[in-house]
T-cell receptor, first 114, second 115 residues
Framework: DAGVTQSPTHLIKTRGQHVTLRCSPI?????VSWYQQVLGQGPQFIFQ???????GRGNFPDRFSARQFPNYSSELNVNALLLGDSALYLC?????????????FGPGTRLLVL | AQSVTQLDSHVSVSEGTPVLLRCNYS??????LFWYVQHPNKGLQLLLK??????LVKGINGFEAEFKKSETSFHLTKPSAHMSDAAEYFC?????????????FGSGTRLLVRP
């Protein structure tokens, strides 16, 4: 079975641009979460979506937005990119998005903002 | 706010010797605690999780962790290190008060295994 997939694997943008990152969850998983991992730090929670509804949001500015599609795949959008947005963006999926479940992570998209 | 503290940013051991990676969590009712491992250029992988059942939790690849409420600790151990264990390890907590499935990660411990 395929795991969580993310695209693209790497991306280079310049300040002020917009970026869209994509995630496909494990088949049958309805919940998708996004995390940002800055170099040398642990991942930080950005969003959780379940059945196309936002279930949770971390402490990130409104430049960050996301959505989940009927097939449960998800997009993370970041507007007006800043140098500090350079990071590894991780997507995780789980069946129902509840505490008892394991979250499965994708390999991430590495974003570099110049 | 609920959080975890990983006490060592780097740990270096020789192959075949025991591994101890330390984690303390801020006190909370019924915390859910996890250890994840991140190998270079690979996604995060769950090693083990504690969800208020047995206090000694066994995970994959010979790792285990013990939940000690009196010490608010959840240290990760392995009896004998292997070269393939070299990676970044994260202690993780889910806030008991949060309805979303938000993982809060520690700052990570990089494990180096010497031949």
């Amino acid at each position: 079975d395929a795991g969580v997939t993310q695209s693209p694997t790497h991306l280079i943008k310049t300040r002020g641009q917009h970026v869209t990152l994509r995630c496909s969850p494990i088949s049958g998983h309805k919940s998708v979460s996004w995390y940002q991992q800055v170099l040398g730090q642990g991942p930080q929670f950005i969003f959780q979506y379940y059945e196309k509804e936002e279930r949770g949001r971390g402490n990130f500015p409104d430049r960050f937005s996301a959505r989940q599609f009927p097939n449960y795949s998800s997009e993370l959008n970041v507007n007006a990119l800043l140098l500090g947005d350079s990071a590894l963006y991780l997507c995780a999926s789980s069946l129902e998005g509840v505490r008892q479940e394991t979250q499965y992570f994708g390999p991430g998209t590495r974003l570099l903002v110049l | 706010a609920q959080s975890v503290t990983q006490l060592d940013s780097h740990v270096s051991v020789s192959e075949g010797t025991p591994v101890l990676l330390r984690c303390n969590y801020s006190s909370s009712y019924s915390p859910s605690l996890f250890w994840y491992v991140q190998h270079p250029n690979k996604g995060l992988q769950l090693l083990l999780k504690y969800t208020s059942a047995a206090t000694l939790v066994k995970g994959i690849n010979g790792f285990e962790a013990e939940f000690k409420k009196s010490e608010t600790s959840f240290h990760l151990t392995k009896p004998s290190a292997h070269m393939s264990d070299a990676a970044e390890y994260f202690c993780v907590v889910i806030p008991s008060w949060d309805s979303s499935y938000k993982l809060i990660f520690g700052s990570g411990t990089r494990l180096l295994v010497r031949p």
